[in-house]
C-alpha cells in the first residue's frame, strides 16, 4: 500500500490552478532585504502551508496551490522550496509568507525534497524524476536515473553525499553531489518513505510496516534493521545517535544507538504522522493528518501534541535552522578602551553573503551618536562568526574626560542577516572613563 499516493491522485480532480497568495492578514511587513525569522513551515492536502515564528504557538495559513504539497525544506536562509503533484515546486522568500511558482520542467508528482549546504537542492517523484536547483530552488535540471520507478524520499548528508528511497525497497546514491546516481536496493520489500543520515556514511531507511534498512557507506549496500514496530513509517529524522521514526495511527519510534535497536513510545495521538524534522536545541517536530503537531525536547521520550491546526491534512515539515548574532559582551578595559564581543549562538552558520559589502557588520554609538561603524569583512575577516558558537572580541576605540557616557553596540544593525533572533543584536552601558 502506497503511504499517501491514492489522496494524492483523488487531488488531482482539484485540477492545478496556481493562487499565489499574500501573505495572512495583517502579517508584519519585512523591511526590504531582510529575511523571515520563521521556525517551521508545514505543507499538506489541498495546497495548505502554514508558518510559525513561535516554536508552533501559533501559527499563519496561506494556499499558494490547489494540489497536494508533499515536501518542504528550508536553505537555512530563510527561504523555503515545496513540492507538489502535477510537477509542482514552489519557492518562498518570506518564511512561507507567500509563494512563487517555478517552472519545474515536469509533469510527474513529487512527493520530496532537500537542501545541502552547498546551495544545492534535490527533488524526487514518480517516473524515476529527480531534479536539481543550484540557484536557489529557482531554475531545476533533471538527472537520468536509469529507472521508471516512483521516488518518494530523498536526503543528504551535507558533504556531497545523497540518497533517494522508491517503490520496493528501491534506492539511489550519489557522491558526486546529485550529479550522477547508482541503482541498488535495500533488500527489505516495501517502499522506502523517509530517509535519515547520520553522518561518517551511515543511513537509515524507513517504510511500509515497521521496515527499516540501514547502510554504512553511502547508500550502496544495506541490511535490514528490526524495529519491533508493525504500523508503516512515513518519516525519519536523525540528530546525532537520536533517530526518530514516525508513522500510522500515531507511531513513534526512536533509536539512542544510531538506529541499531529500537523502541516504541506514546505519542498522545492517534492520528497518521507523515513528517519528522529536527528543531531548535535538538528538538523533534512532527506533523500529521487532521493537522496535527507533535514535539519533543528529551529527544523523542516524550511528546506534546497539538491537533486541528488546520483542517487539512499535513504531510511535510522543515526548520528553518538560522544563526543567531548576539553582543554577549560590552567592557571597558585598560585606558578607556571600550571592548564588544560578539557570539553566533546558532544553531545554524552565518551564510557566505553575510560578509558581503554593505551588508552587516559592527555599529557602535556613544552618547546616542554614531561613533565606529565596521563591516563584516573588516571585524571578522577570518569569519570566526560563521559557526555556531563562533565568539568574538574587539576593542573599539577609546573613551577620554569624567563623564559618565551610553556606548551601545549593534551586530548587523539592518538586519540584513535572517537569524533565530532579533533582539539581542544590541547591547548598551553606561561608562566612566578616569581622567587622563
Not at 64 to 69: A, D, H, N, V
Not at 71 to 78: E, M, T
Not at 154 to 175: F, K, M, N
Not at 264 to 274: E, F
Request: aromatic share 6%; glycine share 16%.
Amino acid at each position: 500500500m502506497e503511504r499517501h499516493w491514492s489522496a494524492v491522485r483523488s487531488a488531482l480532480c482539484l485540477g492545478i490552478a496556481l493562487l499565489l497568495a499574500a501573505g495572512p492578514p495583517g502579517a508584519a511587513q519585512q523591511p526590504p532585504g531582510v529575511l523571515s525569522a520563521t521556525d517551521y513551515v508545514t505543507v499538506g492536502r489541498d495546497g495548505v502551508a502554514l508558518q510559525t515564528a513561535d516554536d508552533g504557538a501559533s501559527w499563519a495559513s496561506v494556499t499558494p496551490t490547489r494540489g497536494y504539497i508533499n515536501g518542504v525544506v528550508s536553505d537555512n536562509r530563510g527561504h523555503f522550496v515545496a513540492v507538489a503533484s502535477d510537477g509542482i515546486i514552489l519557492r518562498s522568500g518570506d518564511g512561507g509568507a507567500s509563494w512563487d511558482l517555478m517552472t519545474s520542467g515536469t509533469t510527474e508528482n513529487l512527493a520530496d525534497v532537500a537542501w545541502a549546504d552547498d546551495g544545492r537542492f534535490v527533488a524526487v517523484g514518480y517516473g524515476g524524476t529527480i531534479l536539481v536547483s543550484q540557484d536557489g530552488g529557482t531554475s531545476w535540471q533533471r538527472r537520468e536515473t536509469g529507472t521508471p520507478s516512483p521516488i518518494m524520499s530523498v536526503g543528504t548528508d551535507g558533504r556531497g553525499g545523497w540518497v533517494a528511497g522508491g517503490a520496493q525497497g528501491l534506492i539511489l546514491y550519489s557522491s558526486d553531489s546529485a550529479a550522477t546516481w547508482g541503482l541498488t536496493n535495500t533488500r527489505v520489500s516495501g517502499h522506502v518513505n523517509g530517509l535519515a543520515s547520520l553522518g561518517d556514511g551511515r543511513w537509515i531507511a524507513v517504510g511500509i510496516r515497521g521496515r527499516a534498512a540501514s547502510s554504512e557507506d553511502g547508500g550502496k549496500t544495506w541490511s535490514p534493521v528490526e524495529t519491533g514496530v508493525r504500523q508503516t513509517f512515513e518519516a525519519v529524522a536523525a540528530d546525532s545517535a537520536t533517530v526518530v521514526a514516525v508513522g500510522w495511527n500515531g507511531t513513534i519510534a526512536r533509536s539512542e544507538d544510531r538506529g541499531t535497536t529500537w523502541t516504541g513510545v506514546t505519542s498522545g495521538t492517534r492520528q497518521r504522522l507523515t513528517g519528522v524534522t529536527v528543531g531548535r536545541d535538538g528538538a523533534f517536530a512532527v506533523v500529521g493528518w487532521r493537522g496535527t503537531w507533535a514535539t519533543s525536547s528529551d529527544a523523542g521520550r516524550t511528546w506534546s501534541v497539538k491537533e486541528n491546526l488546520t483542517g487539512k491534512a499535513l504531510q511535510a515539515v522543515a526548520y528553518n535552522r538560522l544563526p543567531d548574532l548576539t553582543v554577549s559582551g560590552l567592557e571597558l578595559g585598560e585606558g578607556c578602551q571600550v571592548v564588544v564581543t560578539v557570539a553566533n549562538r546558532g544553531p545554524a552558520t552565518v551564510p557566505p553573503e553575510g560578509w558581503g559589502a554593505d551588508v552587516a557588520g559592527l555599529r557602535v554609538l556613544r552618547g546616542g551618536e554614531s561613533w565606529v561603524a565596521v563591516p563584516m569583512a573588516e571585524l571578522d575577516s577570518a569569519k570566526v562568526l560563521r559557526p555556531a558558537g563562533g565568539r568574538l572580541t574587539r576593542g573599539i576605540g577609546a573613551l577620554a574626560g569624567t563623564d559618565t557616557v551610553a556606548v551601545e553596540a549593534m551586530i548587523d544593525p539592518h538586519n540584513a542577516i535572517a537569524e533565530a533572533g532579533e533582539r539581542n543584536n544590541s547591547r548598551t552601558r553606561r561608562f566612566v572613563c578616569p581622567a587622563r
